[in-house]
Structures are given as C-alpha cells and as structure tokens.
C-alpha cells in the first residue's frame, strides 16, 4: 500500500492564511483541505494550490536579465552569482552612507519576519501592501480606542447574536480574505437570527444574501456613518453610559458640536442613501444587541481616514467595542525578541519614501509602515536606489502603473538606472518580473518553513500557525525568508547568528512557552486561550495616552483633521462632468489580486472553477445613454491613463459606477496572459505626482478614480 | 431502493466553486503540470440566476452535478451497458473496463455532466464518490463547501430534515435524485 497521510500546515494561496492539512501520497501532494483543529475551510484559491505547486510554469532557477528593464529577456545563473550580485550591491550602498534608500516591499507573515529582520539590520524601510489598504484603518483604530486591528480582525462572526447586525461596508468576506470559515459563520448567525446589512455600489454574493442591500456611492461611507452618528446623538439612541465611562473628557462635546451638521438629510446628498434609509439603519443598530461592521474594501477611498474615523466613532458610541458581536479587540502574545536585535530605522529622523507636495505633514503620521507608497517618486527623487520585492507584483498592484514603468526604467545622464538594483522573488512568471534585475525562484507554502503569527488571528481560534515543508521543493527553488537569512549571515552575522529559520523561529516560540516541534505536535497551530471579551473593564482603561476612548484626534488639529471629513477629497470631486463614472475596482474569491500564482493558476483562471474575464460592468440605464451595447469595446480614461475593455451591462452595478475586477492585466505567463484584460492601476493616479489631498487623508484611490466611457 | 443523494440549500451557496476544484484533486481530474483553462474535466459546476432591476435585485446560486436519475438516459443510451444504477445507493455508475468511448452517454444526458477522457477515451462524471460513501464518508463536496451548503444522506432522510428547517422543495429542479431547497417565505 503507498503512504497516504494528511499534514497539518498552512496555506498560502492568499494573505489570510488558514491552518489547512495536506494529503502526501509517495511524496506529492494530491488533496487539501481546512484544518479541523482550527476553523476548517479552504477554499477555492487554496484548494487549487496544488496547480501552483506543480505548474510548470514554475520558475526554477534564479535569472538575470539581459537586455533593457522591460524587455523581459534573462539569462539563468547560479545562486552564488546571485547572492553576489546583491551582496555587492547592498554593501555598497552602505559604504555610501545610503542604507536606507534601500526599500524591500513584501508582506510579513508575522510580526517577526525574517525578511523584515534583514531590512532593519541595512537600516533601509519596509513596505507592505498596507499603505495601499488598511493603514488607514489601523490607524483609525489605534488613534481611537488604542487597539491594533487590521483587515484580518474581522468581527467574530460566531459570537454574533440572535437579532445582531452585521453590516458589510464595501467588504466582501465571501472572497475569504480574513479566513476561509467566515462565508460560513456569516450564514450561520443568519440562521441564527442575525441580520446582515451590505453597503456596496455593486450587488454582489454577499448582497445576494443579506437582509437588506444599500448601493451607496462609492466613497460615501464616512458620510453614511456620520449621518447615523448625528441620528443617533441627536436623539439620545447612543450608548449614554459606555461613552460617559469611556470617553476622554470635553471628547462628546466636541463629537456634539462637529455632528451637528451631518444631519441625514445633508450627509444623504453625498453618498445617495436616502435619508429616511440612514436613519432607518442608525435605529436598527441603536435597538440591536450588537452591531458589528466589516469594511476592507472601503477603506481604499481616497478619504480613508476620515472613513475609518467615523466608523471608530460609530462603533464607540454604539458601545460595540469588544463585545460578542462586536469589534473585537485583540490582545498581544508576547514572542520572544531573537537578541540582538537590529534597530529599525529612525523615521523621524530619515522620514518616510515622501516625496509629494504634502511631504512635511506627514510628519503627524506616527504609524511604522508609510501611510502610502512612493516608489516612482521616490527613484526619481533618489531616495530609493535599492528595491526588494516578494510576494507582490508591483507592476501591476501600484497605483499609477504608468509611472511605476517609467521610474523603473529611469536613467541617469550616464546611461545607468536610478534605481540601481531590483531584485524579485517570484513562484510564477510575473508582469513586474519583466523590469527586475534579478529573479529569484520561490517556493510555495508546500516546500517551505515559516512560522505564521498574527495576534488578531485569535478571532479564528489560533494565533500562531507552522507552515512545513511537505513535498521537496521544485527545482532549484528557495524561500526568500531563508535567502534573506542567508544574506543576513553573510553581511551582519552578529544579527543572523542562529542557525536558520527552523532556529529563529523555536528562538520567537521560546517567548510563549513553544517550540517548532510543539506546535507540530499540536497540529501545527497554537492559540493562548478563550479570545475574552470587553477586557478594558478588566484593565480598567483603553490602550490610549489617556487611558480613555479619543475621538478627537488632536495630533492632527493643525491639518485640520481631528474630525472626520464626510467628503472625499477634491481631486474626486471635480471634473465630474468631464468624468462622470466613479471606478469601483472590486475583487473575487479566485484570485489573489494582483498576485502572480494566482493569476497563473489554471483552475483558478478557468471558466468553470475560477474567472477569465474582466470586461466593465456599467448599468444598462448608463450603457443605453451612451448607445453602449452588451460586448461593446469601449474606453475607459481617467485622468491619468486609459484602457480598452469590452462593456458588460448589469443590473448589478448602480448607475454612474463603471466596475472592474483588480488584478487582471498580466502579459507574462501562459495563464495570466490569457485575453486582453487590463489593470485598473493604468486609471488610478499615482498619488504622489497627481493628487494634492487624497495622500494625507489615506488610503489607495481604487473605488474613488473619475473615469469617462466612450465607444 | 435506498437512494443516496446531496441537498444542495439555496440560502447558503455562494457560488464560490471550491467544491469544483476539491472534486477535480480528491478524483485525480487535473494534471497539473499541463493544466490550461478550458480544458479540464469537472464533476461539479455552478449555476445561478439574478433576477429584477437596479436597485431591486436577488441572486441564487446553485450547483449542478449528476442527477443520479431515477429513469437514467444514459443508461439507455450505452450501447455497451457499462452504466449501472447501483441497487444498494441507487448511485448511477460508468463501469470504465465496458465503457467503449462511443460517447452517446454524453449526449443522452440531460443536465449535461457527463465527461469524457480523451487519452483513455471513457466517459466519466460524479458518482457521489462511491469510494468514500461506502466507507461512511461524505462526499468530498459535501465536506470542504465553504459555506456548508451541501448535506449527504438518504434522499427521503434529506427531505424530512428540510421540511423541518422550514426549507422548501424546489419542485421544478429536484426532479431526479438531488435535491434543491430554499427557505420557505
Ligand atoms: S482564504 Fe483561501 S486562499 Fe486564502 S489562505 Fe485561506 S484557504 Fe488559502
Ligand atoms: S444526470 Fe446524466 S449522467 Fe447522471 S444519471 Fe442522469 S443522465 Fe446519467
Ligand atoms: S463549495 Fe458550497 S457554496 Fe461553494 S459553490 Fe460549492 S456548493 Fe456552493
């Protein structure tokens, strides 16, 4: 009989990383499925892992390019010569006293990344996908009640009670990005008498199944919320007595006066909800046990902050900090520091990759990670000379694709790049492989270590997880964690002096009473106990300077945003009669974005298990208007730049939106490359250059852009 | 006859295709070294339908894999009798050692899940994974649906455990062997 078993690890197919188990028979993997030990789903993307792992599309051996950036043309070599060639590079750089124009854009699988460790050790930054979606929120959140949320702390969906309201603000959980057991504990508090409220310019399968969809105009949640707020204050429907214990003193008063204006009737003009409707939603969730909401997506308006301010203030004075059904509020586990450890660069003192018109106001910024992300700037300005990037595609997931191509190809008088040196860590062919210096060939969850930690991941029963190796890796591939621990050996031993990563991860584990080998006994997962709930009561105050709940966020009095604006930003508010469709970029289940094993994915990118198209849902009261037919070639422009798509017209889409998939638009890789789709980043401005407001007020501009339709 | 059989509730299918894909690796459906869109053989797909007009709007999703028939065409229509209805789970099955690629089957079967092996030229389709079912397992389906949208058991054993969830049949598409439901409001 061959050996058959199920391995518990993790899966890596998208950023939620679900504790899964794979079944290895004879050494190849053939099945997976969720882990039972935590929350037991997979889904689509994950189950279609396997395609990724064994594609031959895999790249297998490191390359250098030949040719100019853009062309795409390489030359395998050795790891030697790769590793040389970056070493070289990086010392350099450092010799030149310019460690920190080196920048590395990855996404760390915990709070203690290898990679990141490296980073620091060369005093050079790091940048994640979150400047481009949640920084906003995290911020929102730790400015307000002091606690570190991100998009992975969704609400507890199986702690939502009989008669709760969960309210999906341009979020679509469906697509697993918090864990892939949310679609059906979502469904389960339904059953349970739960009531789910989607707020969303597009109906989608969420919408299909809630109790009561609201198209609002993109943008418009921070204003649909304060209209609520004004509802509620205004007659007395808020928590009186969680935000008289709670909240900072003179904090209400000042919440009263700036409220006083956001009346529904004045807050239903900008995100066309009609009044009556958001007062109707303010005094359903006044009456309900809980009210809980979701909002990833919506965070990418051009106002981010000011959206994830007013929701703060909605869920503060609706008392649903903590609470089963609420927003959760998780508590750190400590992880052991692997000493010595290297110092992060000083921000205040180097300043982020800014290089915009507002470069001196983000200062009041006191996040870690850049509020958003600079790159073109920044090597036209030359404070970025070194870039890195793993698990990301910037080519196609930064705003302003257009001149992310031109700085990337940028030279000085001399003939030589500005950016000096690009290396890439990739599974698959990718669109940003064609621009980079150096490819390294990755591996995929099912060859590699990797000790997963996020502290909010308790919501789904762990907070730790081991990813193993369970089949031999594919060619001559290797993790970027363990070439970045190799660098990191060669160029600062003294902060690389553990063995590898299987010993720096048993160092981290040490902190909370584990091991590598203990967490695979336990299933590969660990979790320090029951999640709690309202622990401030406990603690006796928030995680907050003062101890209590800040609405006002006065560091910002100076640039005018201690309260929430309801408006978006100028730069998508003009034009609009040169451009009157608003973009509404929106994402699936079946793929990861922008993110190259995805798009490269056969069964994800096939019409029956997956999607293989991205034309431009416009309604077909629009679509009539402007004598545009089902299948009609028409150009999208923005702005800034401009693509041809086909139209699809849907009832789905409310009028005036013009929506399309984020992620498409690859031209490398057999799969990805299939039909002439295109990446909505071509119509996003860079921020940067193009936008005067929008940078300081956050988030990445996705569902804000104007765009006009022509045939 | 005992008819085994999958009740698919459309309240909670989200059309998320996870079932598809976990169906195609647990029956060994895909090479994946090779695999390109469009040409994979798949057991299960997803169907659904949006109804009404901007801002009026409802959507269900469903999916479709063999109907396990009562009467089964493609039995009738296999010159070569390798389709049988099994007696013991009334699971309809392609006995693949009989099967002569003529393809006929494939024609004859109204829901149109039948598929075929170029290479080895035999037609094969879901046969509610006998391998598992008779072992006392699920489906594959069954157990990965990302929104536990699927239920395994005894066709009239299904339809008591619906009525009694308040779920209603949908008469038009539980003809056959599988059953659809829906709250009942
Ligand atoms: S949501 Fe899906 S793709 Fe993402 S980690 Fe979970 S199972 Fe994998
Ligand atoms: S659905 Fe098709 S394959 Fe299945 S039993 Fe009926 S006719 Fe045969
Ligand atoms: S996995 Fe479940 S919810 Fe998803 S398409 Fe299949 S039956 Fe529907």
Redesign the interface.
Known sequence: MSESKWIPTVCYQCKAECAILARVEDGVV?????NPRARG????KG??G??T????ERLKHPLKRVGERGEGKFVRIGWDEAMNIMETKLRELRKRGEGHKFTYSMFPHSTTDPKWRFVNAMGGFITTGLPHCDSAKIMAHLHTFGCFPNHHIAPMYYTVPKGGVMILSGRHP?G?LDD?CV??DI??AKERGAKLVVIDPI?R?E???ADW?I?IRPGGDAALFLGMCNHLLTKGLHDKAFCDKWVREGDMAGLMAFIKNKTPAAMSKICDVPARDIVKLAEMCAAAPSVSVDAFKSIMYGNAMDWGHAWSIFLVITGNLDNPGGQPMPEIAPMAPVAPVPPPPNLKELGYHRTGPNRARFDHYTFFLQPTWYAAQAVREGTLKVFFASECNPALSEMGSGEWREAMTLKDRSGNYALELFVLTEIMPSETMKWADLVLPDQTNFERWELLYMPWWYNFGHTAAVCQPVVKPVGESRHANRVMIDLGKRMFPEFFAFKDDVEYYDIELSGIGMSMRKMLDGGAIWSPGTVGFRKYEDAGRFNTPSGKIELEWKMYGDIGQQWPSPELPLEFRRDADKYPFILVNFRT??LNNTGAWSQNN??L??????I?ANPVLL?P?DAARLGIADGDMVTVASSTGSVRLPASL??????GCAGIIHGFGQTMG??AS?GAWAGDNELIADAGSHLDEQDLRGGEAHVSTRVKITK | MKQLSIMVDLDRCIGCKTCIVACRNHHGLVNHETAMPEGMSHYLRVESELTGTFPRLAEDYWVVMCQQCKKPPCIKACAAGAITKDAQTGIVRIDREKCTGSGACIEKCPYGVIQFNAEGRFAHKCELCHDRVVHGQEPVCVEVCLADALRFGEREILQMQAEAAGKKLLKKRSTQSILYVKRAD
Request: charged content about 30%; hydrophobic content about 40%.
């Open positions: 053939r099945e997976v499925k969720g789903k997979m889904c689509v189950m279609a396997i395609t792992l064994y594609s031959q469906f697993c892939a679609p059906r469904l389960d109906f399968t919408a299909a199944k969809w198209p289940i079946f056969a069964q990118r096939d019409p029956v298990s997956g293989d309604n009261v849907t009832e789905r889409i409310k009028p057999k799969v299939r």
